[in-house]
């Protein structure tokens, strides 16, 4: 049914660029994107509310190439990401991406469709490889 109806089904439009959505429906929404977290905006003062997730990836040029396919996404869509960043954490590469629609400073209904559209990315190939798990 999510195939049919589901967030990454829809597209983004104009009209939906325009409409802050309360809080409320950024968290009802929010349980439509696994992995993404509704964040405060530190860098303001303001009560701006971002929505983040982190992918792990084996190296920096897989980094590189995650953050590329996530920009060329939103730009697919008519939609820019906020922020794309990578960086090493614990010796693990890791891409952050931030979606929050920068003319409203707030999250809209396109901000969701695009999180959804980037978790049906393909990514397998940038991720680290599994380890091995032994069973005694």
């Known amino acids: 049914m999510s195939k049919l109806v589901g967030l990454q089904n829809r597209p983004c439009t104009k009209e939906r660029a325009s409409l802050r959505l309360s809080s409320s429906d950024c968290v009802k929404l929010r349980n439509q994107v696994p992995g993404w977290r509704l964040q405060d905006d530190s860098e303001t003062k303001e009560e701006n509310v971002l929505l983040v997730r982190a992918w ?8 590189a190439e995650l953050a590329k396919r996530a920009a060329a996404l939103a730009e697919s869509e008519g939609h820019a ?3 794309t960043s990578v960086a090493t954490v614990s010796g693990i590469e890791t891409v952050e991406v931030t979606l929050q629609t920068t003319a409203l400073k707030a999250l809209t209904e396109n901000d969701f469709i ?3 559209k980037l978790n049906e990315m393909g990514t397998a190939d ?5 380890k091995a798990r032994f069973w005694a």
């Open 81 to 83: 990401l906020s922020k």
């Open 126 to 130: 940038l991720e680290p490889p599994k």
């Open 114 to 116: 695009v999180a959804a």
């Open 56 to 63: 792990s990836v084996r190296d920096a040029a897989a980094g």
